[in-house]
């Protein structure tokens, strides 16, 4: 009884279609990206990077999209819709079922022989049959055809959503990259400014020890060092948090120690000059989130053409094999049945006659999905347009402003010396060498801002044309 128990145990989970599941014979494990972070990394590895060195933009991005949970998902939701795909495939091709079995029957009746009393008689049955079943749908008017149809493009808008999802994931980190670099280079010009202005209390006090400066200049200058250092203490506390933020955008803890590469990118826009409108087309052309839509817009319309077939009639291929040994306790003037079998084959028309009027509704509903999915493709077609646009009107403006900001940083730096200079010869005055430290601590700030400004518009106007990439990183 145990062998018989552990042969049919077998026999189901070795069964063929249980050594299906283990096929890919659709081919769909090359039809999506083969890890989460693998459209954007290419062959780039997803190994942790380590942090006790001085982090490049590449490995703060590289670590990001591996780690990102919103990146998992959408990579999950492509895979999903590639075995949709094969699904699909499969419907093309016939299915084929086997049932087996062992039966015993008992059949115990009581007949009332009157003054004889009831007479009893028993009669056992058994029996061993099995069944294999054949059904291959052969023409359905084109309704497997949209189907198939839709799940392939709605593989495309899961392909082309997880795309955009690294790219925001790409986006995000970048930005917090650049506020960590932004708020050390805040850090830094406070600690200047902090300098500049303890060197002003030391020559205040010269002057007024030597009975040649007043003690307001003094006073005045002693204040300003203590704005200079509650502003340090502040800009350090923002590089702190930054640190920890872009942390966090990389998988890791917050509180985990790290160093950035912090050297100022090189002012070069050369990647986008063109004329705009032609990065407009582009963009129209290869945007993640305008080719997820477009694709939704396909399916849609596929379904429509599958709503429409579902009315339509199917013919198939349809056979069955039945062979059966049964075992009775038969009478004595019958002969024994050792075994049956018997075969069917035929060609089968289902026809749908009457369903409630759902079909024309199931078509409208279907209909009324894709002038939905219609409208949305052309409004995200106006938005990559008008993102387009903005980014790269900011991008020429930021590149403008970072000669500028360079130039008054230098300035400035001059014009404090001069009035260092002629506060030290007595023929400024210290209102002067105050304006001209204001000045200069304002034009650092004005540097960090425009610099930060064009790396981050840099970006933007790469993620707006959906061509966020490793390179974008140097």
């Avoid at 972070?37 to 590895?45: D, E, G, T, W």
């Avoid at 052969?138 to 082309?160: H, M, S, T, V």
């Avoid at 062979?323 to 084959?345: D, K, V």
């Avoid at 014009?415 to 304002?442: C, H, M, P, W």
Wanted: proline share 4%; hydrophobic share 40%; net charge negative.
């Amino acid at each position: 009884m145990r062998i018989r128990a552990a042969l049919c145990l077998l026999a189901l989970t070795g069964s063929p279609s249980t050594y299906a599941q283990w096929l890919d014979a659709y081919g769909t494990k090359h039809i999506a990206a083969s890890s989460p972070a693998a459209p954007l990394l290419n062959n780039a590895s997803c190994l942790p990077e380590p942090v006790d060195h001085p982090l490049e933009l590449e490995d703060a991005i590289q670590q990001a999209v591996c780690a990102n949970p919103q990146a998992r998902e959408a990579w999950a939701n492509a895979r999903a819709q590639a075995a949709a795909v094969g699904v699909n495939e499969a419907a093309y091709l016939p299915t084929l079922n086997a049932t087996a079995g062992i039966e015993r029957d008992t059949l115990a009746t009581t007949y009332d022989a009157g003054a004889f009393g009831n007479i009893k008689t028993s009669q056992n049955s058994s029996s061993k049959y099995g069944v294999l079943n054949l059904n291959w749908v052969l023409f359905d008017f084109g309704k497997r055809g949209a189907a198939l149809r839709q799940a392939r493009e709605l593989l495309a808008a899961a392909n082309a959503t997880q795309d955009d999802v690294l790219q925001t994931v790409f986006f995000n980190t970048a930005q917090a990259f650049y506020a960590v670099r932004d708020a050390r280079a805040s850090m830094e010009a406070a600690q200047q400014t902090e300098n500049v202005a303890k060197e002003s209390v030391a020559e205040t006090s010269a002057k007024h020890d030597a009975g040649a400066g007043t003690l307001s200049d003094q006073l005045q200058a002693q204040t300003t060092y203590r704005r200079a250092v509650i502003d340090r203490v502040n800009a350090e506390g923002n590089e702190r948090t930054a640190k920890g933020t872009l942390a966090a955008a990389m998988g890791l803890d917050a509180n985990t120690p790290m160093q950035i590469d912090g050297s100022e990118p090189p002012a070069n826009s050369s990647e986008f000059e063109q004329d705009v409108d032609r990065l407009i087309d582009e963009a129209k052309a290869s945007q993640p989130k305008l080719v997820a839509a477009r694709a939704k817009l396909e399916a849609a319309r596929a379904n429509v053409d599958a709503a429409r077939a579902q009315g339509r009639p199917t013919i198939s291929l349809v056979g069955s094999l039945t062979q059966n040994n049964p075992s009775y306790q038969q009478q004595p003037e019958q002969l024994p049945i050792a075994s049956s079998r018997g075969s069917t084959i035929g060609i089968q028309v289902t026809i749908p006659l009457f369903e409630g009027f759902a079909s024309g509704y199931r078509v409208a509903e279907a209909q009324a999905q894709a002038d939905a999915q219609e409208a949305d493709m052309q409004n995200t077609e106006l938005q990559v347009s008008l993102d387009v646009w903005r980014s790269y009107q900011s991008l020429h403006a930021d590149t403008a402003n970072l000669d500028n900001s360079k130039a008054l940083l230098t300035d400035a730096e001059h014009s404090l010396e001069i009035a260092r200079g002629r506060y030290k010869a007595g023929v400024g005055t210290f209102t002067e060498l105050l304006n001209a430290q204001t000045a200069l601590a304002d034009a650092r700030k004005q540097r960090i801002l425009a610099v930060s400004k064009w790396s981050t518009d840099r970006l933007r106007l790469a993620e707006s044309l959906g061509n966020l990439g490793l390179w974008a990183a140097r």
